[in-house]
C-alpha cells in the first residue's frame, strides 16, 4: 500500500483488550502514514530493562500485570509526544487505559496541540478493536517475541517456519514476562475494570469508531485505514 506521507494525520488512539492486536496494527499504521508508534507497555518495558528509575518503579506492577500509577505513565508520555517526531501525529498504543489517563490526556493534547498552528491540528480519532474473548486467550497464551528484530509470532495462528525460532535472524523467541498464563487473568481483569471505562468515556464523546479484530489481520488494517483517512479527510475540510 502507497505510504501517506504529507498530510497531518493527528493523534491516533487504539484501544482493545491485551490480545487485541493493538501494537499489529500499530506498526502498520505507523508505516502507511509515517508517523510513530507510541507503545505505552514498550517504553515500560525498555526502562525496565534499562534498570532506569523509572523502570525500577513500574517493575514491580507489571510483572504482576497491574497497571502501573498513572503519575508515572502521563509523566513518560507527555516527554514522548514532545518529541519532533509527533509533530504529524502519533498511534498511542497501550495509552490511555484509565478514565483519568483519558481526561489528562484530551487536556494535554487542547492545551499543547491545538492551541499550536505548529503542530497537528486534527482531531484523535479512537478505533476500538473487537475481539471475541476465547480468540483472546489464545492469542495471548501463544504470542512469541523476537528478543532481537521485535517481530511477533503466535504458536497457533502465525507460527515460526522453526518452532520458537525466528524466521527473519534465527533468533530464539521470547514469551514476554506478562504473557504467562498467571498473569494474563490478572491483565484481562485489569482491562475490565479500568480500560472500558475509557471506551465509554470516547463513546460518550461520540469519537469512538469499531473495527471488528476478528477478521485476518490484513482485514483489521484496511478497515483501519479506511477509519483514518475518512476521520483525516472530515477533519481537514
Ligand atoms: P502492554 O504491552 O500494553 O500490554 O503493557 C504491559 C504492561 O505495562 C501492562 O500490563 C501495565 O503493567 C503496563 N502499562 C502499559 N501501558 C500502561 C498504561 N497506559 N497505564 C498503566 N500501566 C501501563
Same mark, same amino acid.
Given at each position: ?11 491516533i ?73 509527533? *509533530? +504529524? ?7 490511555? /487505559?484509565?478514565? &483519568?489517563?483519558?481526561?489528562? =490526556?484530551?487536556?494535554? !493534547? ?18 476500538g ?31 515460526p ?24 487473568? *490478572? +491483565?484481562?481483569t485489569?482491562y475490565?475494570?479500568?480500560? /472500558?471505562?475509557? &471506551?465509554?468515556?470516547?463513546? =460518550?464523546?461520540g469519537? !469512538? ?29
Open positions: 500500500m502507497e505510504k501517506e506521507i504529507r498530510r497531518n494525520v493527528g493523534p488512539i487504539l484501544l482493545g483488550p491485551p490480545g487485541a492486536g493493538k501494537g499489529t496494527q500499530a506498526k502498520r499504521i505507523a508505516e502507511h502514514y509515517g508517523v510513530p508508534q507510541v507503545s505505552t507497555g514498550d517504553i515500560l518495558r525498555e526502562n525496565v530493562q534499562r534498570g532506569t528509575e523509572l523502570g525500577v518503579q513500574a517493575k514491580a506492577f507489571m510483572a504482576g500485570g497491574e497497571l502501573v500509577p498513572d503519575t508515572l505513565v502521563c509523566d513518560m508520555v507527555a516527554d514522548r509526544l514532545r518529541q519532533p517526531d509527533c *509533530e +504529524r501525529g502519533f498511534i498511542l498504543d497501550g495509552f490511555p /487505559r484509565t478514565a &483519568a489517563q483519558a481526561g489528562w =490526556l484530551d487536556a494535554l !493534547l487542547e492545551h499543547e496541540f491545538f492551541d499550536n498552528t505548529q503542530r497537528g491540528r486534527c482531531l484523535p480519532i479512537v478505533i478493536i473487537d475481539v471475541d474473548y476465547n480468540q483472546l486467550l489464545l492469542r495471548l497464551t501463544g504470542r512469541r517475541t523476537c528478543p532481537t528484530c521485535g517481530r511477533i509470532y503466535n504458536v497457533h495462528f502465525q507460527p517456519r522453526v518452532p520458537e525460532t525466528c524466521d527473519l535472524d534465527g533468533s530464539a523467541l521470547v514469551t514476554r514476562n506478562d504473557d504467562r498464563e498467571e498473569v494474563i487473568g *490478572e +491483565r484481562l485489569a475490565q475494570l479500568q480500560t /472500558r471505562p475509557v &471506551a465509554e468515556y470516547y463513546e =460518550l464523546k469519537r !469512538l469508531v469499531h473495527v471488528n479484530g476478528d477478521l485476518p489481520v490484513d482485514k483489521v488494517t484496511e478497515q483501519m485505514f479506511r477509519e483514518i483517512d475518512s476521520h483525516s479527510a472530515a477533519s481537514s475540510s
